[in-house]
């Protein structure tokens, strides 16, 4: 009846293949996912000297237009891994092999590899070099890195494409970020299996949690009213997909994330957006929580909601 952290460890990191050595090591990532999931405790994270280690190039621009980015981003213990396939999909629609990788940590430290490309979506792979992180500190992350691509990189609007934790953070930081003109802002956001109203067995007892007849959850959480409050601060003009997983066992779940929790943001969303597009996924072998985003036809229906510019 708890969440089994060894399994989805296993489950979270089967098709990884670089070296985990180079990660932090695991007192590293608990500690400062700890002083930055703590509002009080951050401050001895901004002592620390921002270091930039900058590898990448910048395309001159192909025309006259507004570039907006396309971000993809990694949920809890997630890493380059999580968005490889993806990402590799993206630029064979764009003919262009070209992107930009980002590594940062809670420090604030940024490594840049690859190339911000010149065309209207240049590519960017987010990646949190302390991957064993919560809400509270991804939201951090992306508080860190969003307005430093945005100064660097000269652009007001972007499209995330995330996956697990980070889906809930990106809207939470659209919510809270929405009246800052110098803070970027979402146009479209693709979100795949994310957990909007609980984790199985962390707060969301598999087949327990519904929904009434307005269509919002029977049981909610805090970070659930966080969305509720915070709703009419969401831009009306973004548009929304979101795809989640359903492994057809007795779970009604993608075996981490239940169909409940992954729909529930349908609620509070639908009804203020540009448009909202919901897709589920079935079947233990395509539904997977952490299978979904190297699906092809969770690639395919997400670049075709982006629909990339070339």
Request: with cysteine; charged share 25%; net charge positive.
């Amino acid at each position: 009846m708890f969440f089994n952290t060894k399994k989805y460890t296993e489950i979270a990191e089967k098709n990884r293949k670089r070296n985990l050595s180079k990660d932090p090591s695991m007192f590293n990532m608990v500690s400062l996912a700890i002083l930055a999931t703590i509002g009080p405790t951050r401050f001895f994270l901004r002592l620390h000297k921002r270091k930039i280690e900058d590898k990448s190039k910048i395309e001159r621009k192909k025309g006259e237009f507004i570039q907006e980015p396309v971000i993809y981003f990694h949920g809890f213990r997630g890493g380059d891994y999580t968005t490889n396939v993806m990402i590799k999909q993206a630029l064979k629609e764009k003919k262009n092999s070209n992107y930009l990788k980002v590594t940062a940590d809670l420090w604030g430290n940024f490594k840049l590899e690859g190339t911000w490309t010149g065309d209207q979506n240049p590519i960017v792979q987010v990646v949190f070099r302390q991957r064993i992180v919560g809400v509270y500190a991804i939201d951090y992350y992306l508080r860190l890195i969003l307005p430093f691509l945005a100064k660097r990189y000269h652009f007001t609007h972007y499209s995330a494409i995330a996956h697990s934790l980070a889906c809930p953070c990106i809207i939470r930081t659209e919510m809270r970020k929405a009246h800052k003109t110098n803070f970027p802002h979402l146009n479209k956001c693709a979100l795949i299996a994310g957990p909007f109203d609980g984790v199985t067995y962390m707060g969301d007892i598999p087949n327990v949690n519904g929904f009434n007849k307005k269509g919002r959850p029977t049981m909610i959480n805090l970070h659930y009213c966080y969305f509720l409050f915070r709703r009419k601060r969401f831009n009306p003009n973004i548009s929304v997909l979101n795809i989640y997983g359903n492994v057809l066992d007795n779970t009604n779940s993608d075996k981490f994330i239940s169909v409940t929790s992954a729909k529930s943001i349908r609620y509070v969303l639908a009804p203020l957006v540009k448009s909202y597009h919901e897709v589920e996924i079935r079947g233990e072998k395509y539904a997977e929580h952490s299978w979904m985003h190297d699906n092809p036809f969770v690639i395919d229906i997400v670049n075709k909601f982006i629909n990339f510019k070339i």
